[in-house]
């Protein structure tokens, strides 16, 4: 598993030098969230092409600290590094509709709730998931709460997360054999 000052220190590297020691003077006072907005607002102005690997780790740090909702649209107009080697994808809003928990597996931390996919690996078909509550105004909850990795019809292979726990669900997606980028052939 990645450790998380081993993340901020990725995201930094992506920057100019002076912008990448302003990101890590915010996460060494416990300002985070400025951190990820100084990091998402640098790539667009320096229209800096991330990975979509970056792309993900970005979104799931924004869902830790609570950026999720204010980054995701600024998280998706970052320009893409030409890669023929797409192994994550963020999955589209337009495109997230949420499934009925119980339909994607029998665990009963799901029952009653809905999962939103988010992630997908695109070599293997395994989505992350967040879980929310259906809120009584008809939204889903602001947090989630619970993290689900699935693939669609296979129910059993559903494996469910806490809902702090989206760093440790994308890692195990990134495990996917197919997921692992592949060195380049000379």
Avoid: K
Wanted: overall charge negative; hydrophobic content about 50%.
């Amino acid at each position: 598993m990645t450790d998380e000052a081993t993340v901020w220190r990725t995201f930094a590297a992506l920057l100019p030098p002076a912008h990448a020691q302003e990101v890590m003077d915010a996460c060494s006072i416990g300002e985070q969230e400025s951190a990820l907005d100084m990091v998402v607002s640098g790539l667009l102005a320096q229209d800096i092409p991330i990975g979509e690997d970056v792309r993900a780790q970005l979104a799931v740090t924004a869902e830790a600290w609570g950026q999720r909702e204010a980054l995701e649209e600024r998280i998706s107009q970052c320009r893409s590094a030409d890669s023929e080697r797409l192994s994550l994808r963020l999955v589209a809003s337009a495109d997230a509709v949420p499934l009925d928990g119980a339909s994607l597996s029998s665990a009963p931390e799901l029952a009653g709730l809905l999962v939103v996919p988010w992630i997908a690996c695109v070599r293997c078909g395994r989505l992350l998931g967040r879980v929310h509550l259906r809120e009584a105004w008809g939204d889903l909850s602001y947090l989630a709460a619970h993290h689900v990795l699935f693939h669609p019809g296979q129910a059993a292979q559903t494996a469910v997360f806490g809902p702090m726990a989206a760093q440790d669900a994308l890692a195990v997606l990134t495990l996917c054999p197919g997921a692992q980028r592949q060195p380049a052939l000379p």
